[in-house]
Nanobody
Framework: QEQLVESGGGLVHPGGSLTLSCVHS????????LGWYRQAPGNQREKVAE???????YYLEAVKGRFTISRDNAKNTIYLQMNNLKYEDTAVYYC?????????WGQGTQVTVSA
């Protein structure tokens, strides 16, 4: 069964960094749309970053300059590097792969920014 498994979340202080990883059970194709989303309690799920072949990555305005999405096809893995974390970054983070007629979500990993 196709699946995505996130890891790398945890508790960090403001200004700290985390790298999230998302391992896909299948090969990631060049044209797959790869994304990271987040959802905090009481909030809508929002797109944090997205990339695909032929386009520049998208970043949520609130994370521009701080977060970087990347991929390693050999490892079937999507990454989200998060720097200079802020309180408002606290959320469950989900990875996502979108193909024509198909969307796959991970189960999420908790990121908590607290002093």
């Amino acid at each position: 069964q196709e699946q995505l498994v996130e890891s790398g979340g945890g508790l960090v202080h403001p200004g700290g960094s985390l790298t999230l990883s998302c391992v896909h059970s299948q090969t990631i194709a060049w044209m797959d749309v790869l994304g990271w989303y987040r959802q905090a309690p009481g909030n809508q799920r929002e797109k944090v970053a997205e990339m695909t072949g032929g386009t520049s990555p998208y970043y949520l305005e609130a994370v521009k300059g701080r977060f970087t999405i990347s991929r390693d096809n050999a490892k079937n893995t999507i990454y989200l590097q998060m720097n200079n974390l802020k309180y408002e970054d606290t959320a469950v983070y989900y990875c996502n792969i979108r193909r024509p007629g198909e969307v796959t979500w991970g189960q999420g990993t908790q990121v908590t920014v607290s002093a």
